[in-house]
């Protein structure tokens, strides 16, 4: 198996949920999210029916928000750890400007769109080489991790992440005793 330097030893980075490289078996590598795909494609798991996956609903939503996203590899992009709770993702998208280009958050999934604006009716190419496709990547985030900002440099969009460290809380649970409630 091999993994990304930019990725945890587990499936799941405990602070942003990306894909892992395995082996494939023409020699080169994967990502491990396509093979999630598959999974979910041939198999429909329903983790809430069984007593001890109580809780594990959340799960598998995001296993299959993943499955679904479908992303084809474009724009390349990088994630980086800026620090111990900061993390950067960089995409390639030259070409676009800020204006064709949104990033939203719903439901913990960030979305980045691309698409160009055709205002070029007056043009005529006699060869057209540069590829003006529009573009969807997502990104399933972790708890607790938001959305620092973004910037546009040198045809390269970093959004930056922070992670808040949530606070420590210890709950203790009181016991009721069967005969002190008779």
């Given at each position: 198996m091999v993994a990304r330097r930019h990725l945890a030893q587990t499936a799941f980075?405990?602070?942003i949920f990306l894909e892992r490289a395995v082996a494939d078996d023409r020699g080169g590598v994967r990502p491990q999210i396509a093979f999630m795909q598959r999974?979910?494609?041939?198999?429909?798991l329903t983790?809430?029916?069984h007593p001890f996956l109580l809780g594990f609903d959340q799960l598998e939503r995001l296993v299959e928000r993943t499955a679904?996203?479908?992303n084809d590899g474009y724009p390349p992009y990088n994630?980086?750890?800026?620090?111990?709770n900061a993390y950067r993702i960089t995409l390639a998208v030259a070409g676009f400007?800020?204006?064709d280009l949104s990033i939203t958050v719903e439901d913990r999934q960030l979305v980045i769109r691309g698409k160009h604006r055709d205002d070029d009716d007056a043009r005529v190419f006699l060869h057209r080489g540069i590829a003006a496709r529009q573009f969807q990547r997502s990104f399933v985030l972790a708890d607790g991790v938001e959305v620092a900002g973004a910037s546009m440099e040198h045809g390269?969009?970093?959004i930056d992440l922070k992670r808040a460290v949530p606070d420590s809380v210890v709950q203790t649970i009181r016991i009721n005793s069967a005969k002190a409630e008779q």
């Open positions: 980075d405990p602070h999974m979910c494609l041939m198999t429909k983790l809430g029916s679904k996203s479908g994630i980086e750890q800026r620090g111990e400007a800020d204006a390269l969009l970093h």
